[in-house]
């Protein structure tokens, strides 16, 4: 059974930073995109950077400039860089999986991301 693994979650005031990894299991890490969504309270999931299997990489335009979304194939993990966190960053982040060939779709359990002062 596939798995995706997430941590790095916490509590943090504004303007400082956090670094989530997601390590998935039972998958060729290499053959997938990588992806972080967000969700908050009372609100639709979103997306917040992708990372494809050639490390091309896309953010919403919320956490551009500020985030970083990273992937090292060797480790399996794929990491999101949070800087300058504001209150409005507040959301239990999922990671997510699709595979290239025959795009199967896969999410972690979240972790909770609170920044608040």
């Known amino acids: 059974q596939v798995q995706l693994v997430e941590s790095g979650g916490g509590l943090v005031q504004p303007g400082g930073s956090l670094r989530l990894s997601c390590t998935p299991s039972?998958?060729?890490?290499?053959?997938?995109?990588m992806a972080w969504y967000r969700q908050a309270p009372g609100k639709e999931r979103e997306l917040v950077a992708v990372i494809s299997s050639s490390s091309h990489t896309t953010y919403a335009d919320a956490v551009k400039d500020r985030f970083t979304i990273s992937r090292d194939n060797a480790k399996n993990t794929v990491y999101l860089q949070m800087n300058s966190l504001r209150p409005e960053d507040t959301a239990l982040y999922y990671c997510?999986?699709?595979?290239?060939?025959?795009?199967?779709?896969?999410w972690g359990q979240g972790t909770q991301v609170t920044v608040s002062s």
């Open positions: 997510y999986a699709k595979g290239l060939l025959r795009q199967e779709e896969y």
């Open positions: 039972r998958i060729i890490f290499s053959m997938y995109t």
